[in-house]
């Protein structure tokens, strides 16, 4: 799984619990209404967790379909450390409950809350939830409705707590520390050849000389073009062999993606510069132009992104303070009989009817209507609160939760079973 946009939001939840139902089997043992965990007079049931868990596992497993992989024993591969995936996966979700409830915690020193109007929306979502799914589908999630309500609460401080908490980091970055140049090149492959064995085969001396020569030819019609810094180096390429092209791309000092030998001739380049000679890099020869160098456009993403990893860092390590100082009662005990394996599965369903679909999203429209500026401040929040297997599960279930929540706007929500 790739990490993409990381959008599993309060709302976003929220939309996706009161227009959706789960349907599946889970333990018989689980007792939903036993704390999970305790810290001070603050507590999370061990419905609320399973609950997030579920909506974890259903969105990852429609992902994992979405993308064709099999899900097949997905949860009790090994995920190294003696872990099983469905191990770290109740970790992280245990983890993420965690930083939820110490934001609950310390909403009021930023002068957070959930107002009157959002709560109502909150229950509207909750009881929507609960009229989605069979008692059947609700006594093997062990939730009740003040679960749901519970859930859609954290998730709420959360996307709300982002922004006051990232509010006093630096928003300044100078071009020097972002700089990112443009540049146009060719590239032309000399690596080994691939056999059918599985074996490789160097190029000869001949076949490398033929490639360079290719090379060479490129970059003399750029040079002779009437304005080699607008020519069409693509087009000059597949003049020279219809297997070659010319791309453009950006790179900066943090570069790791590009060759070391292109990037190096570049930076000795100006706006509109050709390259003088063939570049010899790692497997391939290179004909590069520098476009710009210092790319507006591509420089001002770059400051984007680096603000925001300066804010996911504060908000990462605020977190991490908070629950160093704030005392929490995991209920180990509980939590273990809640199971993840390919014999409990959750699903959701797509849905039936356009109109049916309309009726139930109503619930929820107003919830993310009246968050809707802090849903975008908080668009990276949950994904970037653990490690990099709790980072890869969150994205999952945000991308899939998208989809989710786009998809049931023109169906309805229903349940599905796999055996």
Request: glycine share 6%; aromatic share 4%; charged share 30%.
């Amino acid at each position: 799984m790739n990490k993409a946009a990381k959008k599993i939001t309060g709302v976003l939840l929220a939309g996706a619990l009161g227009t959706a139902s789960l349907a599946g089997c889970g333990s018989s043992q689980v007792d939903g209404t036993q704390p999970l965990l305790t810290s001070g007079e603050d507590t999370v049931t061990v419905g609320t967790g399973n609950l997030m868990l579920r909506m974890n596992q259903a969105t990852m497993l429609s992902y994992y379909s979405m993308m064709g992989a099999s899900t097949s024993g997905i949860w009790s591969q090994d995920a190294g450390e003696g872990e099983t995936y469905g191990d770290t996966t109740k970790a992280n979700v245990l983890d993420e409950l965690e930083n939820m409830l110490v934001q609950k915690q310390h909403a009021a020193d930023y002068d957070v809350t959930i107002s009157e109007e959002e709560q109502s929306k909150i229950e509207e979502a909750a009881q929507a939830f609960m009229d989605a799914n069979t008692e059947e589908t609700i006594q093997s999630l062990a939730v009740s409705q003040s679960d749901v309500e519970s859930l859609l609460e954290l998730y709420t401080y959360q996307t709300k707590m982002y922004d006051p908490m990232v509010a006093d980091v630096d928003t300044n970055v100078e071009d020097s520390e972002a700089a990112q140049s443009r540049i146009t090149y060719c590239r032309i492959d000399i690596s080994d050849t691939q056999n059918d064995d599985g074996t490789t085969t160097p190029l000869t001396d001949e076949e490398k000389q033929a490639k360079k020569d290719q090379a060479q030819a490129i970059l003399d019609q750029l040079q002779a073009s009437a304005d080699p810094a607008s020519a069409d180096m693509d087009a000059i390429a597949q003049g020279v062999s219809e297997d070659l092209s010319a791309v453009d791309n950006t790179f900066g000092d943090d570069d790791t993606l590009l060759d070391d030998k292109l990037k190096e001739a570049a930076r000795t380049l100006q706006d509109g510069q050709v390259y003088g000679e063939v570049v010899e890099g790692e497997n391939a020869y290179f004909v590069v132009r520098m476009d710009s160098v210092l790319d507006r456009e591509a420089t001002d993403q770059q400051k984007e992104s680096i603000v925001s990893d300066r804010q996911q860092e504060a908000y990462n390590d605020l977190l991490s303070q908070w629950k160093d100082e704030t005392d929490i009662t995991v209920n180990d005990k509980e939590w273990e009989k809640v199971t993840l394996t390919d014999t409990e599965q959750f699903t959701i369903k797509q849905a039936e009817t356009e109109e049916s679909a309309e009726d139930s999203t109503d619930s929820t429209a107003d919830t993310a209507d009246s968050t809707e500026e802090d849903t975008e401040s908080a668009e990276d929040t949950a994904g970037d609160t653990t490690e990099d297997t709790a980072e890869e599960s969150a994205d999952s279930t945000a991308d899939t939760s998208d989809n989710t929540s786009t998809e049931t706007e023109q169906d309805t929500a229903g349940t599905q079973s796999q055996e």
